[in-house]
């Protein structure tokens, strides 16, 4: 029996990512994959809470995490990395220590007993549907398209008691916290090539970017430099922070690090989707600001997809 799976949608993905909420949409239905938005979720607590407020952060996802359960579902995926980071520490600390858990449960009159399950996007796809489901979904293979496959810091790096089990290789990510593979085998299953890089874990900066800008566009100009020095023709990203810092800064980046080109950073469900034949415009690639230009075969006949800022 296939579990119930409930979708975390997290402030980002309602505000400054609705690119990432619209193709995950987009994906999911042609996945037919069963996994409907929570209803009357709340911010998880990412970013400020959690640092200056450790009981507020903790109540803000037993909250989100109790209305999964009243709502039915075994297990919930966050798109976006810092919610799914927050989510799943919340749930794992809360299971460790029934003390804290009833503290919060009398703090905020919830009934909240555990249990549920945290997803990151990637691990749902690889582990959840399954590449070959993802395969078999694929309209317009991506031939040629060199990819650098970036998790950045928070995907990858979880409590070991709440990583995916399995040997490294296997198709979930959270086994491998330096080099991990899932998204790498999307893009493969896209007909693609995901590139061998050393900065796909590496830290894009964040929120440094409003508090430590020098500091933040310093880490993000590395990224760009090896991707570009790996010959990527795009970026991939599972994460709304990830994308907003490699995306919107590129031009004063690229001429401070000397980088040569631009580079198209899209969420890796766009690239699904391209794959899935669905249009740049529905998917909203149009809303980077690194235009992403790329020459799909359709039918036989090549088809530009040109997909500039809107």
């Known amino acids: 029996m296939k579990k119930a799976t409930g979708l975390y949608p997290g402030c980002s993905l309602e505000g400054t990512s609705k690119a990432f ?56 995926i966050a798109p976006c990395a810092a919610c799914y980071h927050r989510l799943v520490c ?12 009833a503290a919060v449960n009398a703090r905020t009159g919830l009934n909240y007993g555990g249990g549920i399950a945290v997803l990151n996007m990637l691990d749902y796809f690889t582990d959840r549907v399954g590449l070959s489901a993802i395969g078999e979904q694929v309209r317009q293979p991506l031939k040629g ?27 979930g990510g959270a086994t491998r916290s330096e080099y991990p593979m899932s998204m790498d085998h999307i ?9 061998d890089w050393s900065y796909k874990t590496e830290c894009c900066g964040a929120s440094l970017f409003v508090t430590a800008s020098s ?26 922070m990830c994308q907003n810092n490699l995306d919107t800064k590129q031009d004063a980046i690229r001429a401070a690090f000397g980088i040569g080109r631009p580079m198209p950073v899209l969420f890796i469900t766009q690239l699904m989707g391209l794959a899935f034949g669905v249009s740049a415009a529905e998917l909203r690639i149009g809303d980077a600001l690194v235009p ?7 039918g036989g006949a090549a088809a530009e997809v040109t997909a500039c800022p809107a």
């Open 21 to 76: 909420r619209t193709s995950l949409r987009s994906v999911l239905r042609r996945l037919d994959a069963q996994c409907e938005p929570l209803r009357d979720w709340n911010c998880c607590g990412a970013s400020s809470a959690h640092a200056m407020d450790h009981e507020l952060y903790l109540a803000l996802s037993a909250r989100n995490l109790a209305q999964a359960r009243d709502q039915g579902y075994e297990e919930i």
């Open 90 to 101: 919340a749930e794992m600390e809360l299971a460790r220590h029934p003390e804290t858990l």
């Open 145 to 171: 398209l060199r990819v650098a496959c970036y998790y950045g810091c928070l995907n990858s790096r979880i409590p070991h008691a709440a990583a995916t089990s399995g040997p490294p290789d296997a198709p």
């Open 187 to 195: 893009v493969a299953a896209l007909g693609a090539q995901p590139l």
């Open 215 to 240: 500091v933040s566009a310093r880490l993000v100009g590395h990224i760009l430099k090896d991707a570009v020095a790996a010959g990527a023709d795009c970026i991939s990203v599972a994460c709304p």
């Open 292 to 298: 992403f230009q790329w020459r799909v075969d359709k």
